[in-house]
């Protein structure tokens, strides 16, 4: 069957970036570490764009630098870079607060920005402008740009590209390939704040379960009758071995004997109450 002239056929440069978008998709979805994102992002923009370099960043801890932790297509010239540096390039932080507002419009748009005055612009001052010529000439680089990793008003890192003045001529970086790292830059970004939310609330239940801890060895070491109840008083949450110490009946048997409540809460004991769940604390009076 023939297909319609009004059908946009893909070309085989389109079908191959399809290709590319749905692999790391499912790489980026199936990663348990924020590592394997930056590295699959890296990876990934060198398959879209051949032959240009790249830098994955990321927003240090402190939320004050951005440091760079993956690269491509850099390999043959890190140690060339390093020396003429004088320093690792991976242990140089970049201030997030030197980014200009230009800078800042384009990253929360979530599109590429052009760096018009190359890598000196994008260091914005972090680095000597002979510095940034001499790499620029080194490795014939004509465009500079990058895409942020961000969502939800928070800043993650991003990737930035070097891009040859061969590729420019030659038409390769283009509007698909923008789209391309647009496009994996944002999945990226989801799924760091996923991961990032997921490990807020491992690190929240090891809180509780801490604190939860600390309550119960308190507890246990009073010698005052403690228990919980429900604010209506008609069922026991929890209570301390001191209940049996004083009255020789077991803890358990609030659980199976209901009267044994009605009797305590007569018997003598002074109770206060915090809030709407009902701290009660007793003590013989």
Not at 264 to 276: H, T
Request: aromatic share 12%; proline share 2%.
């Amino acid at each position: 069957m023939a297909i319609p002239r009004s059908r946009e056929i893909i070309s085989k440069s389109q079908f191959n970036i399809l290709e590319i978008l749905n692999h790391t998709s499912i790489q980026l979805l199936d990663a348990k570490e924020e590592a394997e994102i930056y590295r699959i992002v890296a990876q990934a923009s060198k398959l879209i764009l051949p032959g240009a370099f790249f830098v994955v960043t990321k927003l240090q801890a402190d939320d004050m630098n951005f440091r760079m932790i993956e690269s491509a297509g850099f390999d043959k010239f890190i140690s060339t870079i390093s020396k003429i540096l004088g320093k690792d390039p991976f242990t140089i932080d970049f201030p997030f607060k030197d980014l200009t507002e230009q800078q800042f419009e384009a990253y929360e748009g979530r599109k590429i920005y052009h760096f018009k005055g190359g890598i000196f612009d994008l260091a914005n001052g972090a680095l000597s402008k002979t510095f940034c010529k001499t790499v620029e000439v080194l490795l014939g680089i004509t465009e500079v740009c990058a895409m942020s990793f961000y969502v939800e008003k928070k800043y993650y890192g991003g990737i930035t590209l070097f891009i040859p003045g061969a590729l420019v001529r030659s038409g390769k970086m283009n509007n698909e390939v923008e789209f391309a790292i647009e496009t994996i830059s944002n999945m990226a970004s989801g799924v760091i704040q996923k991961l990032r939310d997921r490990q807020d609330l491992i690190v929240s239940k090891e809180k509780i379960e801490i604190e939860q801890f600390n309550y119960n060895r308190l507890v246990s070491q009073l010698t005052d009758i403690v228990w919980k109840a429900k604010i209506d008083g008609t069922e026991v949450v929890d209570l301390n071995n001191s209940f049996e110490k004083y009255y020789g009946i077991p803890a358990s048997s609030f659980n199976t004997e209901p009267e044994t409540w009605e009797w305590s809460l007569g018997s003598g004991l002074a109770m206060v109450g915090f809030g709407m769940s009902m701290m009660i604390l007793g003590t013989i009076i």
